[in-house]
């Protein structure tokens, strides 16, 4: 959302009468703050479940402990959640309303590459390749505009920032397809991939669900670099015929590491520790 619009729409916000509680913040706690940008709240409550649930450990058992700090920082971020995000709303209509630095009509030279590249090294390196691919289209579209983020934490989180990043590009580029399916079904399938890697780990004593667990997870691999596809198609499309550029074609050397890390590390998962301990 450009940061007019965020102005105009916070201070219609801090006109309302502030809620008591934040069912949304109770559900997602840290992600909550992530995906509303407040980076700090987000490192707080990620801890806060570890802190509160080291005495209640020592009490009870680990996943008792662990049960309840879950609740208690679920339920303090349920409760802090609209003071702060008012506050956050106050001071982000204070910093942005009268500058003028930033460009949000700035033509962005956004990461475009071939279709077959992203493909290929998402797969390879299962999905750790849109962190680079995610800082890159950050890091561009915050040089074109001036815009105050950090594309380095955006990259870092790319499903959890994977939805403002594909608004952001579909208001460059002008285009009138919405992208947002596709944004959510990368988010989701990072979910699910999550879900499932927990799951295996506890699999052992049951050696019959584990073909179809991998199965799950090997075809989820496969789908996802396509969710980022029509997104890297626009892109692309945007790169040659208005900008008039050719596609980038060169690998740099930041890449070449994360894909070298990320292929490893991939690989070593799924010989090692999925198909010897647990099938072989």
Known sequence: METKEKIKKFKADLEKKPKLFNIWAFIFSSFYFLFTEMFLYFYLFFILNFIIAIPFVHLFDIETGLLIGFICSHTIAGFVANPCRRKYKQKFIETHEYEKKVNYDAQVEYFAIPLSRLIICTILTGGLYTIYWGYNNWNNYQKATNDDINPYLKGLFFNFTVMNLFDIIEYSTKSKKSYYLY?????????????IYNDLSKLSDNQDKIPIYLLSLFVLMLIYPFCIVPIQILINKYTTET??????????????????????????????????????
């Open 183 to 195: 944004s959510m079904a990368c988010f989701l399938i990072f979910i699910s991939e999550g879900l």
């Open 243 to 280: 900008l008039k550029k050719p596609l980038d074609n060169h690998f740099y050397f930041g890449e070449i590491i994360i894909l070298f890390v990320g292929t490893v590390l991939n690989l070593y998962y799924w010989y090692n520790t999925l198909f010897i301990e647990n099938i072989f």
